[in-house]
């Protein structure tokens, strides 16, 4: 119950929105101390205002010197209401000790004060000038409920503002938020303008009317401008379009338009609701859906054509016949039509609901929005400004994700969801439409006309896409496809926002983080991207795209995207020479995120894979978009980003999908000559290495060696590292001095330069001599390196770097050659720890369990053993076949000689076919069937 002075009446009305106050407060203690400031002049006399002292404190007594116009105001407000309707003194309390407290905690909340004062003076111009008829002011029962509700949303947003200043007490939390805060300002006088105009409109007619025979002529002149229109028909609708009969889901939204619009009825005040979204997302859809399954609940309902002005007028015009107020053959002023169109809104008892559709220009929304009415609007739009600037709800519509998507696809072909294979080509269909409806209704429409099987589609579609966009379905009425419908936003589009709408479309769509736009720094002010390294050009830039629905923006986090057909058209729109142009400015971006690879023997990267992860994605987008584009027959820059995100996928043991961008590059390079194509090629051959094709992993760095060789002085430090390569190829080839001789090359040139890479060749060396079966000599030539100088577990692990762990498996075995089994083990499993949280179920954790459970199978730890084994089965059987299928037999070899062991024959020998079965894999894969035992099938040293 709602706190009063003592001995104090409040009338039922007053105190309804003394109730919402305390209710929008929620704190008893504020309230009980806001009732002890009854008036202005207590106001001005509380010191604590003033509070904190210093330059803050000068900063609030400055405030409170400008806003003294402001209380002002507020004092003839409050004088009036208790003057005319006698409000008491709670009613006063609350204005002047609700900003008494706003005041005090503004001024110790940073530099909020300032923009608090902002708002209260904003606030102050929009209530009703009623000081000089306050003796003349006739007085009714409508009057005194106008004034409460522009009095109530004055003191329930002070106490919203005080819940906001309680609710955020830390200044992160204050800044992060104040967004909200002004949001709800913003909506609180837009309610307030409209209510006060309303008031004084009234107001000044009572006067008048107090003087019936001076103000006689202006009086009937004002009534007959107010003359309300005959009541319409109990029920008048103008929906001048059908509802799609293929119209799929979307219930949570129209229970989401209905809450608001219709399930709040009693609410006396305008209601309305926006759906914003990109076009053909199905905006209007769900508008006619829900118009038409409203007509019971809506005596009259309008839609209104809100594209342009001449749009507008013809829809207004359309209603105005329907209604009477204009003869069907009779031509009228469009200003004249809507201005009585909105008269009778706002006059008429009638339940009514408005619909404007396409609602992107807000100065034609404006000259159209009803003013001081009671009912209900939807409006639809891509532009979400007219969304916050209109409407009190809204919702942003996005396309179907691919399980809505699919299962609308299917409902539209009229296909039963019960069937597999057609719900997984609905699911491939959709994510490649990225689940737009308007693609999916066109699309399906293409599909019955031509009774395309839907298993066929797909590929018809990735040959054919332009074609079949372009292609209208009669079943709808819709006047564009998916080859039109963002042309007109587009065409409108120039500068750097069309610049960064183009780069956005060779992007991965749903995820392009500012930050990786923004990262090439000072780089990008020499080229057309220079707009993206000024604040507020960037911004503008974004600005004018989200306007048109071109792209979204998460509020949160601050991340783009971009819908992938709508890519598809920007791309579509462009000549191929800007094609081109717009590529390279995105390899260039991209290229920042990735190290030089090919010019610097810079060892392993992963200080940069943070960097590498978030580029791979738009790696693959630009890929895919000037493969299907054929943008590029060669372009080195382009050649030369693949190779620099294949190093990182190398390093990661992602081999597959290295290999491919490594061809694509191969292709591409238009200097075949130069160190960039030798490093390709070099990558080439270390994938085969990993994945256990030492020959082909030989012949390409000899053939990247004899490039380098023509390039590079004889003794050139980066030699070094192709030497190392060619060493590590012939030791897993067996071919044990050629590899001495290598690696040793390696070593004295590294020494010559004092290069910091002399640990990469000592380490190799090691490998080599244990390899020959000299594990002292190996542990001393481990012990070399400079890293590894005074190292111990705790050296491999610090660093981060996979590669260290190398260097643990070739010291465990060592140890292992040494015979110092439990030394070995212990080594093997911290790698296998590191390797697994490092780089994940991949190659070189296989190579770490199968280490590790052979070193169990020797202290006859034989379960433990198989259970390992067994994992690495499954880690392999899920890796692509190129890369998995040696570590595949040779673990189920080792689980079958453990098996054996034990006398588990009849299993034993069930493992034993599973490895022989995954050698012939092996052997048809890469064509080689020299390698007879399953150790062989693995490199010898997985780094």
């Not at 209604?323 to 031509?331: A, L, Q, T, W």
């Not at 897993?732 to 390696?746: D, F, K, P, R, V």
Request: charged share 25%.
């Amino acid at each position: 119950m709602t706190r009063t002075f003592p001995g104090e009446k409040i009338s039922p009305l007053w105190e309804k929105a003394l109730q919402s106050y305390h209710e929008e407060l929620g704190g008893e203690d504020d309230f009980q101390t806001i009732l002890q400031t009854g008036s202005l002049d207590d106001l001005l006399e509380d010191k604590q205002i003033l509070e904190p002292f210093g330059q803050q404190g000068r900063k609030a007594l400055d405030s409170i010197n400008r806003l003294k116009p402001t209380f002002t105001m507020l004092n003839d407000f409050s004088a009036v209401l208790a003057v005319s309707f006698g409000a008491g003194t709670t009613v006063t309390a609350l204005v002047w000790g609700s900003l008494r407290m706003i005041l005090t905690l503004a001024s110790a909340a940073d530099n909020t004060l300032n923009e608090i004062s902002d708002m209260l003076e904003e606030l102050s111009l929009t209530l009703p000038r009623l000081k000089f008829y306050e003796k003349t002011m006739p007085l009714n029962s409508e009057l005194e409920a106008s004034l409460l509700a522009v009095y109530q949303e004055v003191i329930c947003f002070y106490a919203r503002a005080i819940y906001f200043f309680r609710s955020h007490k830390h200044l992160f939390l204050l800044r992060h938020s104040w967004s909200n805060l002004r949001s709800d300002f913003q909506r609180t006088t837009q309610r307030i303008k409209r209510l006060s105009a309303a008031i004084e409109s009234e107001v000044e007619l009572g006067r008048l009317r107090l003087d019936n025979k001076k103000y006689e002529e202006v009086l009937n002149a004002m009534a007959q401008f107010h003359t309300r229109r005959p009541e319409t028909p109990t029920t008048l609708h103008y929906i001048p379009f059908a509802e799609n009969f293929r119209f799929w889901g979307r219930s949570e939204i129209l229970s989401r338009i209905d809450s608001v619009l219709f399930a709040e009825s009693s609410q006396k005040s305008l209601r309305s609701f926006a759906l914003y979204g990109m076009g053909g997302v199905g905006k209007t859809q769900i508008a006619l859906k829900y118009a038409n399954s409203s007509r019971s609940k809506f005596n009259a309902i309008f839609w209104i054509a809100a594209e342009n002005s001449i749009t507008l007028g013809q829809s207004f015009r359309e209603i105005a016949k329907m209604m009477g107020f204009i003869k069907p053959d009779e031509e009228a002023d469009d200003n004249a039509v809507i201005l009585e169109v909105k008269n009778w809104l706002s006059s008429t008892r009638s339940h009514w609901l408005l619909i404007f559709d396409n609602a992107d220009d807000l100065g034609v929304l404006k000259r159209a929005w009803p003013v001081g009415c009671v009912g209900c609007v939807l409006l639809t739009g891509r532009d979400s400004a007219a969304a916050f600037n209109f409407a009190s709800n809204r919702c942003q519509v996005t396309p179907f994700d691919t399980d809505s998507g699919s299962q609308a696809l299917l409902h539209i072909l009229g296909i039963e969801p019960e069937s597999t294979s057609s719900r997984e080509d609905a699911k491939a269909i959709t994510s490649t439409l990225g689940g737009l409806p308007l693609a999916l209704i066109q699309i399906g429409g293409f599909i019955i006309q031509r009774k395309i099987p839907l298993r066929d589609f797909l590929a018809l579609y990735n040959r054919n896409s332009a074609s079949v966009d372009a292609k209208a379905t009669v079943s709808i009425d819709y006047g564009h496809t998916l080859a039109t419908v963002w042309d007109i936003a587009l065409s409108k589009i120039t500068g750097s926002a069309r610049t960064l709408h183009e780069i956005l479309s060779f992007l991965s769509p749903d995820n392009i983080p500012q930050s990786l736009l923004v990262g090439g720094g000072l780089k990008l002010k020499e080229t057309p991207l220079a707009f993206i390294t000024d604040e507020m050009d960037f911004l503008d830039a974004q600005e004018e795209l989200l306007h048109g629905a071109l792209i979204d923006k998460s509020a949160e986090t601050g991340v783009l995207s971009i819908h992938r057909l709508i890519q598809r058209a920007v791309i579509r729109r462009m000549k191929i020479e800007r094609r081109q142009e717009i590529c390279l400015l995105v390899v260039d971006i991209l290229s920042d995120n990735f190290p030089d690879t090919y010019s610097n023997d810079v060892g392993h990267q992963v200080a940069s894979w943070i960097d590498c992860e978030r580029s791979l994605p738009h790696i693959e987008s630009l890929v895919r978009q000037s493969e299907h584009f054929k943008i590029f027959a060669t372009s080195q820059p382009f050649a030369e980003l693949l190779l620099r995100s294949s190093w990182y996928l190398y390093e990661r043991e992602s081999y597959s999908i290295a290999r491919s961008y490594v061809e694509i590059a191969l292709k591409k390079f238009a200097d075949t000559e130069s160190l960039a194509y030798a490093s390709a090629i070099d990558l080439q051959g270390l994938i085969d290495l990993d994945i256990g094709r030492p020959a082909a992993a030989l012949k390409a760095f000899e053939k990247a060696y004899e490039i380098r060789t023509g390039i590079l002085p004889s003794n050139d430090a980066f030699l070094a590292a192709n030497q190392v390569n060619i060493g590590l190829a012939y030791t897993e080839l067996g071919e044990l001095e050629m590899a001495y001789a290598y690696l040793q090359q390696s070593i004295d040139i590294r020494l010559l330069h004092n290069s910091d890479r002399i640990g990469n060749s000592y380490s190799n060396m090691a490998s080599l001599l244990l390899r020959m079966e000299k594990p002292y000599e190996a542990e001393a030539m481990l012990k070399s390196c400079p890293s590894l100088t005074n190292f111990s577990d705790e050296t491999f692990l610090k660093t981060g770097n996979p590669r260290f762990s190398g260097d643990m498996v070739l010291l465990s075995r060592i140890r292992l050659a040494q015979g110092l089994v439990d030394d070995a083990l212990r080594l093997a499993s911290k790698a296998l720890s590191f390797r697994k949280e490092c780089l994940g179920e991949r190659l070189k954790v296989c190579d770490s369990l199968y280490q590790v459970a052979s070193l169990l199978s020797l202290g006859k730890n034989t379960t433990l053993a198989v259970q390992l084994l067994e994992e690495c089965v499954s880690i392999s059987d899920s890796l692509p076949q190129i890369e998995g299928i040696g570590h595949q037999a040779r673990a189920n070899y080792k689980i079958s000689q453990v098996l054996s062991d034990l006398g588990k024959d009849k299993e034993s020998t069930l493992y034993l076919e599973r490895a022989k079965l995954s050698r012939e894999s092996f052997y048809s894969i890469h064509g080689d069937n020299t390698v007879c035992d399953f150790e062989s099938l693995v490199p010898w040293m997985l780094w």
